[in-house]
């Protein structure tokens, strides 16, 4: 079946460690996004890929950092220079990169716990 | 830059009635999609309705349907016929011509019986 799988649904991390989110759609599609979700909050956009080899920073890149060497492939570090790091971790692909999309397609997210 | 805006935190409505969220947004662009998106408990975020910004028809799917009002740049989803399983956080969410989607707060509806 075509979809978004993250990986892992769990994640722990010591305090001072650097951790990577993986992404992976087999949907074909050129864009890929980052987001980041507090309890009762809204999706902010940590960083977005419209092609392969490119991406751009969102509203709150500081302390992450991502790859897009690969299509089908997103992955996300939380570096220990995110403050706050512990949060809900969404990913998500759409069809088109620099150009409006008719749907953006969700992972199931990754819940990152600092510990 | 694009913002989205939803200004209801929460909303409640009773089974069977109809309930509006709505979403406000800001933007230059001519061509862009505007969205509402569900994520119930689960965190799945599941697409509920979606506009292009050049078609003057409201969508609808359903009992989900939008009043789309570009001048006014205005999108609000109206729900009918409300049902328990409807209970969710809605977003509203804007796509442009850098493909960079944004999102609103959020609007958390409950459902009464």
């Known amino acids: 079946d075509g979809g978004i799988t993250q990986s892992p649904k769990y994640l722990f991390r010591k305090e001072g460690q650097n951790v990577t989110l993986s992404c992976e759609q087999n949907?074909?599609?050129?864009?890929m996004y980052w987001y980041r979700q507090d309890p009762g909050q809204g999706l902010r956009l940590i960083y977005y890929?419209?092609?392969?080899?490119?991406?751009q920073k969102g509203d709150i890149a500081e302390g992450y950092s991502v790859s897009r060497e690969k299509k089908e492939s997103f992955p996300l570090t939380v570096t220990s220079a995110q403050k706050n790091p512990t949060a809900f971790y969404l990913c998500?692909?759409?069809?088109?990169?620099?150009?409006?999309?008719?749907?953006?397609?969700f992972g199931q997210g990754t819940r990152l716990t600092v510990v | 830059a694009q913002t989205v805006t939803q200004s209801q935190p929460e909303m409640s409505v009773q089974e069977a009635e109809t309930v509006t969220l709505s979403c406000t947004y800001d933007?230059?662009?001519?061509?862009?999609?505007l969205f509402w998106y569900k994520q119930p408990p689960s965190r799945q975020m599941i697409l509920v309705i979606r506009?292009?910004?050049?078609?003057?028809q409201n969508a609808t799917e359903n009992r989900f349907s939008v009043n789309f009002q570009k001048a006014a740049k205005s999108f609000s989803l109206k729900i009918s016929d409300s049902q328990l399983g409807d209970a969710a956080m809605y977003f509203c969410?804007?796509?442009?011509?850098?493909?960079?989607?944004?999102f609103g707060t959020g609007t958390r509806l409950q459902v009464t019986l």
């Open positions: 969410a804007y796509t442009g011509t850098a493909s960079k989607l944004t």
């Open positions: 998500a692909s759409s069809p088109r990169g620099g150009a409006p999309n008719t749907e953006a397609f």
């Open positions: 890929s419209q092609i392969v080899n490119d991406f």
């Open positions: 933007t230059s662009e001519s061509d862009y999609y």
């Open positions: 506009q292009e910004a050049y078609k003057q």
């Open positions: 949907l074909n599609h050129d864009a």
